[in-house]
């Protein structure tokens, strides 16, 4: 992939980068907003392999070029917030695919560690920044989610800057968790769902009734409860007589966001409501019981014979 060799060619320039500012003079900016390492540098390091990252110096980096240098100035304009940040941007960007590639991953970098030390200012102006480049950072953040390397604060914090750029995301977040093991798919449901767009729905919905593990086929049923679509119906429908619990759990809640469908839908919950029941699965007739209350607009008891058929009745 070309961006993970741009990476790759420009990971001693974002040391020098992180050497320079260091070097450049006093600043009202923490250690944590000089690093220039990437997106990637913490992503390798989360999973405790030797990388190179905010800890270099100078003496561990390649001379200086003058383009090193210029971004270095740029970079700490941005930190200290100096007027002219737009032209400053243009004239980073001017460098080239690479040199864009660098910012955005200084900026997904110094988003996290400024979200991790508490900098609400610092983390809102990184993120709105990362509008202007919402493709490229579109494409790391969906990269890191499917092959789900860092932790889980990481992950989250992915998924939720996937959700601020729009449902333009939905679409290669898809594509991605099409490719990916199980781990990497749930942690992309678990972005696409945040975005709450019907373009998700279809997907999320082969998921729900795939030969998929049970994890990925939750992500799926809990996303598809938050869309709360009539037209889920069917997928609803068909993991409420799933073989696997969990599955037919994650049916309950999809079936009470379905409030639009009460009528239609009640008799499978109370259904499947007695098939728990008899099986003794304690957990699912209480999930059971919630929904068809949510679908009759009222809890009529736990004696199943007293549920009307629709709703209100």
């Known amino acids: 992939m070309r961006l993970l060799n741009l990476r790759v060619s420009y990971r001693v320039m974002g040391l020098a980068l992180m050497s320079i500012a260091s070097c450049a003079g006093p600043s009202n900016e923490t250690s944590s907003r000089d690093s220039g390492a990437s997106l990637f540098d913490q992503l390798e390091a989360a999973q405790g392999r030797h990388v190179r990252t905010g800890g270099a110096t100078a003496s561990d980096a390649e001379p200086a070029s003058a383009q090193m240098r210029e971004l270095a100035v740029l970079w700490k304009s941005f930190l200290d917030q100096q007027p002219g940040w737009p032209e400053r941007r243009e004239a980073w960007c001017r460098h080239g695919d690479a040199a864009r590639t660098l910012l955005v991953e200084?900026?997904?970098?110094?988003?996290?560690?400024?979200?991790?030390?508490?900098?609400?200012?610092?983390?809102?102006?990184?993120?709105?920044?990362?509008?202007?480049?919402?493709?490229?950072?579109?494409?790391l953040f969906v990269e890191a989610l499917a092959s789900h390397r860092g932790d889980q604060v990481l992950r989250n914090l992915a998924a939720e800057t996937l959700a601020f750029f729009g449902p333009g995301t939905a679409v290669p977040i898809i594509h991605a968790a099409r490719a990916a093991d199980e781990r990497g798919q749930c942690a992309l449901l678990a972005a696409l769902k945040l975005l709450t767009h019907a373009e998700a729905r279809p997907f999320m919905e082969e998921?729900?009734?795939?030969?998929?593990?049970?994890?990925?086929?939750?992500?799926?049923?809990?996303?598809?409860?938050?869309?709360?679509?009539?037209?889920?119906?069917?997928?609803c429908r068909a993991c409420l007589l799933d073989r696997d619990p969990s599955?037919?759990?994650?049916?309950?809640?999809?079936?009470?966001?379905?409030?639009?469908?009460?009528?239609?839908?009640?008799?499978?919950?109370?259904?499947?409501?007695?098939?728990?029941?008899?099986?003794?699965?304690?957990?699912?007739t209480r999930a059971a019981r919630w929904a068809a209350q949510q679908l009759a607009g009222r809890d009529f008891g736990a004696d199943l014979a007293r549920w009307p058929r629709g709703r209100g009745n």
């Open 247 to 284: 599955v037919r759990r994650f049916a309950f809640k999809l079936a009470g966001a379905l409030k639009s469908q009460s009528t239609a839908l009640l008799p499978d919950v109370l259904a499947a409501w007695q098939t728990a029941a008899q099986a003794g699965e304690l957990e699912l």
């Open 106 to 139: 200084n900026l997904v970098r110094t988003m996290m560690r400024a979200r991790d030390a508490g900098e609400g200012a610092l983390f809102h102006r990184c993120r709105t920044e990362l509008l202007e480049h919402r493709e490229l950072a579109t494409a």
């Open 207 to 235: 998921r729900a009734v795939s030969t998929a593990s049970f994890k990925v086929r939750i992500e799926a049923l809990d996303g598809l409860a938050r869309l709360a679509d009539p037209e889920s119906i069917a997928t």
